[in-house]
């Protein structure tokens, strides 16, 4: 048996111990390594890589949850853009808690555009109010939002706002979301 000097054992085509060496130089098909032979594809976090960025879904079945946001944030901006802000952040929660739960069957695009209609804003407000509850019926949450609340403090300054995005906040919370520094 014959040898080419000290063999590394992390190099392609090294031989374990009791297996013997190999007299070739390694060829393209020796390029597999073997479980446990080699150094690892990629370094742990602090040694030169960054840490792996978090899944964009969540702890609820695998589904995508949504943003954390400041209640009285998302009211204030929505003062501030005088509603233009709301609509953006109305479609955004429809959107979330339907891709939270795919049992909520929701187009967002209608439940935004349902705002500009006399009537159908108010059915629309209670019923986003009603699929953050059932969202978070179906993920166990013991106290679900209220859409006919919801529909009162829509009266009152606008403060669903608050209601509904604080809800939202501990539902995402709830199941692993953090909010963003």
Do not use: C
């Amino acid at each position: 048996m014959s040898t080419q000097g000290p063999i590394d054992w992390n190099q392609p085509g090294a031989a374990p111990a009791d297996q013997g060496t190999t007299t070739q130089p390694p060829t393209q098909a020796d390029a597999t390594v073997p479980p446990g032979y080699g150094a690892p594809a990629t370094a742990p976090p602090g040694y030169g890589n960054p840490a792996p960025a978090p899944p964009a879904y969540g702890g609820y079945g695998g589904r995508k949850l949504g943003k954390i946001r400041n209640p009285w944030g998302v009211w204030g901006l929505s003062l501030i853009t005088f509603g233009i802000y709301h609509l953006y952040w109305w479609y955004k929660i429809n959107e979330e808690v339907r891709d939270f739960d795919q049992s909520i069957k929701v187009e967002p695009v209608m439940s935004l555009l349902a705002i500009f209609v006399p009537i159908a804003n108010l059915v629309s407000l209670v019923r986003t109010g009603g699929r953050i509850g059932q969202a978070e019926r179906n993920a166990g949450s013991p106290s679900p939002t209220s859409g006919g609340l919801g529909l009162l403090l829509a009266f009152l300054f606008s403060m669903h706002i608050i209601y509904y995005q604080g809800h939202l906040n501990t539902l995402w919370e709830q199941h692993g979301g953090r909010p963003e520094a």
